[in-house]
């Protein structure tokens, strides 16, 4: 019983680390109707300016507002210079454009920060006050953390002037520029957030996977699953989702066999199954083809 | 209009000289430029898988490595555990593939473009891992992978590159030209009415959902015959040659020779083979300039933003202009 | 200078051309009418001068020239667009639709005043508030765009069809409540409508628009009372 509730506190961690990936993948899904598939490798990148902020001597909790910041500017300069030209092109030159980040990324970090692999702080001191044997510290950090910047990002969509009018924005773009909204630059903002938060995802769990240029492969691909299984136009769905799906891997590894060897197999098969079976995901529309 | 065409003579010309070029290369060039032709047009054949897919029937699929696995693993297996003739293991690959790709394009049924895509990212990203799964390794040969012989020559007087050069040139040619019927076909116009308009399409009596798996299986086939094909030059398979970035390696060659094209899928080839030693070249000379990979993800943004249509579209572009003017 | 002047107006949705050289204009608090059957430009006329096509020609708006300016900037300075199809925001409450209408301003206190004044206007709105915008009835939305117009304190509307697919009783009560706008803030209106009978009843002026082109325009009273014109153009 105690392995199972380790187990399953341990994938409540992981998994608020997918929802926090799954919601940058919705909220750039919900305002362009495109996954950005280079999210995951924008996140490692991030993760890698914290770890050079932390070498360069800052405390790890600047560091890391430092880099959720940077990548804010980042994600709102890539919308506005990369990603804008295409904005009206086909699907297939969207996709292709997020294929050629996600390499450029790629590259690019194992070109400054080579392709080893580096052990990357917690946040999270080793000692809280207190002991448990269910669930270790950072472990109990990450889940306290996502929690909070997912209360936060809910309030600002809930009850800021900015964040109605970017809901406004993806949902209507041409009523919303009739109330006089930009909605260019509230597609440039939603980069800018979904930059942000994946960014605290890829710091959370590098300290896990250790740090190195593909370790957000795995966790784009479960963040996509909980996105899926929670409904790609549900917010908090997808945050559920990254929730259960981080659950279900740690089951799976745990007791199904071949199961911890198989885990990107797994995500696979969550992903083809939610889309075959219930493609509007457990609490999102469907959606209607357009004709 | 009882004018002659005035381009019918210059494609010809074109075709003529492409061919016997192809045909005298391998006696022109060292072995090892040789292998380097065969791999680009292994490419060629994969590309024009993915071509027939996207281009023409308007699903995506940036996993396509992962059939080019399942083409060189059949291929593999076979030499290795069952000692077969090199090249009657690509049917098998072929129908391999087909099955996988038709298994894996009956949820694209139900699945958007977006979707697929994803489906077909998760499935690329997937494959390495299971390559290298224990519970198979006995056939894969895990992280190892499978070391296989070049298949001999089969005329006396060729070496084993030409040989090959020859038998993949052929295949590719053969290949192309069924495509070519395929897309001109009955069958090719209701593939292209799908992509055009799918709900026009399926009031028309087309099926839509028959096609589209069935455009899924052959375009997985055309990846896997590819696959084998690669296996036979390479004579070795491991799993991360399988990764995404092989995926990323189709798409960029689909894209630079035309995604809607099947002479494109040449240029795509020879692009993959000789342009990433040109790239790792240059970022060796000069420390400042980024890793190939990332000067391919450039190179693939602006190729999207600036020449969509790729080298074929440019040429279909260039002989279009040529046919006004000279009309006019 | 007129308050709303339009001169040589054209407009393109890509190659195809819909308006050929629209001129009119409309005077500070009045209301104008253009009228045309289906497919006559009326509502490209509205698009246009929003900037939401490719246009051509001149459009001054209170001294200034509006053609090469964005659609956000046109709203900035005080044109509110009811657009055609109501342009609800369906996933958002009716409250939340109110305030993106008043997305340009910033006094939070006037932004609420000015909510309960159009609560005023439609009290059928006040008491669906938190109600998901989707979920009203057809006229409920209607009033919702209007509303959300007014948020703007624009000092000209722009309505496109406030009649459409709505049942006679409704449109009658939606045009009274554009009198009494009319009369309380004294805001000018440019109105698209097939329905010309209660549009040539509210607006002081009108013009008839035939295949992207102004074919007669002058006094309500008049095209209203010439018994040719209503006939062949009007049609009742």
Known sequence: MDLFLQLTLAGLAIGSIYSCVALAVVMIYQATDHFNFAQGEMAMFSTYVAWTLVGLGAPVWLAFLLAVGISFLAGVIIERVIVKPVENAPVLNQIIVFIGLLVIFNAVAGWIWEFTIKPFPSLFPEDLGFKSTLIGPHHLGVIALTLGVLALVFAFFRFTRVGLAMRAAAANPDSARLVGVSVGWMLALGWGLAASIGAVGGILVAPIVYLEPNMMAGVLLYGFAGALLGGVSSPGGAVLGGLVVGVLENWVGQYVPGGSELKLTFALILIVGVLVFKPAGLFGRVVVRRV | MDRPNPLRPGLLVGFGVAIVFAAIVPHLVSDFTSFQFTQAMAYGIALLGLNILTGYNGQFSIGHSAFYAVGAYTAAILLYHFGWNHYATLPVAALVAFVVGFLFGLPALRLEGLYLALATFAFAVATPQLLKFDAFEHWTGGVQGLFVPKPEPLIEGLSADQSLYYVTLAIMAFLMAVAWCLLRSRSGRAIMAIRDNPIAASTMGINTALYKTTTFGISAMYTGIAGALSVFVTEFVAPDAFNFFLAVNLLVGSVVGGIVSIPGVIFGGLFLVFVPNFAQDISRAYPFVPPPWAIFGIFLILAIYFVPFGVWGAVERALAWWKRKSAA | ?236
């Open chain 3, 1 to 236: 200078m007129a308050f709303l002047e339009v001169r040589g107006l054209e407009a393109y949705y890509r190659q195809t051309q819909a308006l050929f050289g629209v001129d009119f204009e409309l005077d500070e608090g009045s209301i104008t009418a253009v009228l045309g059957a289906n497919g006559a430009g009326k509502t490209t006329t509205l698009r246009a001068i929003c900037r939401m096509v490719r246009t051509e020609g001149e459009v001054t708006f209170d001294g200034q020239e509006l053609t090469g300016m964005s659609t956000e900037r046109v709203v900035g300075l005080g044109i509110a667009h009811v657009p055609e199809g109501r342009g609800t925001f369906v996933r958002q409450s009716v409250e939340e639709n109110l305030q993106l209408g008043a997305y340009t301003r910033k006094n939070k206190a006037d932004i609420a005043a000015d909510m309960e004044s159009v609560y005023g206007y439609f009290p059928r709105l006040g008491e669906r508030r938190r109600q998901q915008a989707g979920t009203l009835s057809g006229g409920e939305q209607q009033m919702l765009a209007i509303g959300r117009a007014l948020m703007l304190r624009p000092k000209l509307m722009l309505l496109d069809e406030p009649s459409f697919g709505l049942a006679p009783l409704i449109v009658q009560e939606i045009y009274e409540i554009m009198a009494r706008i009319r009369e309380r803030e004294g805001t000018s209106m440019l109105l698209v409508e097939q329905n010309a009978s209660i549009a040539l009843e509210l607006a002081d002026h009108a013009y008839l628009l035939e295949t992207g082109r102004v074919v007669m325009g002058g006094e309500s009273s008049l095209l209203r009372d010439d018994e040719d014109i209503r006939r062949s153009y009007l049609g009742y």
